[in-house]
Nanobody, 125 residues
Framework: QDNLVESGGGSVQPGGSLRLTCTIS????????MAWFRQAPGKERGGVAG????????YYAASVKGRFTISQDNAKKQLYLQMNNLKPEDTAMYFC??????????????????WGQGTQVTVSS
């Protein structure tokens, strides 16, 4: 069974908006923090936004700050990424990830213990 499942990707024009959802399986257990990553063809997977569950602290890559918002719904066991004013450079596969320990940093792609399969976001005219 899938531990994390992303949805909400699609194709939009520049300036458009999308909201990505990551549904978390009970099998994942207690989570320290989660993050959204993205990866474009030929590029390294990079952190987009992170959220620490205990404190609610959020972090963003400089390239998306002010445009993207990460949030969670504990009752629904879902993580969200609201993306506004999308740009062509935002085009990538978007992945949600869960880390079980406070060690490392949210944007380190080697840190998460669980990954979703990804959802494609394409921004073009």
């Amino acid at each position: 069974q899938d531990n994390l499942v992303e949805s909400g990707g699609g194709s939009v024009q520049p300036g458009g908006s999308l909201r990505l959802t990551c549904t978390i399986s009970p099998a994942v257990g207690r989570i320290d923090h989660m993050a959204w990553f993205r990866q474009a063809p030929g590029k390294e997977r990079g952190g987009v936004a992170g959220l620490y569950f205990d404190t609610g602290a959020t972090y963003y890559a400089a390239s998306v700050k002010g445009r993207f918002t990460i949030s969670q719904d504990n009752a629904k066991k879902q993580l969200y990424l609201q993306m506004n004013n999308l740009k062509p450079e935002d085009t990538a596969m978007y992945f949600c990830a869960a880390a079980l320990t406070p060690f490392g940093v949210w944007y380190d792609a080697k840190h998460p213990a669980y990954w979703g399969q990804g959802t494609q976001v394409t921004v073009s005219s």
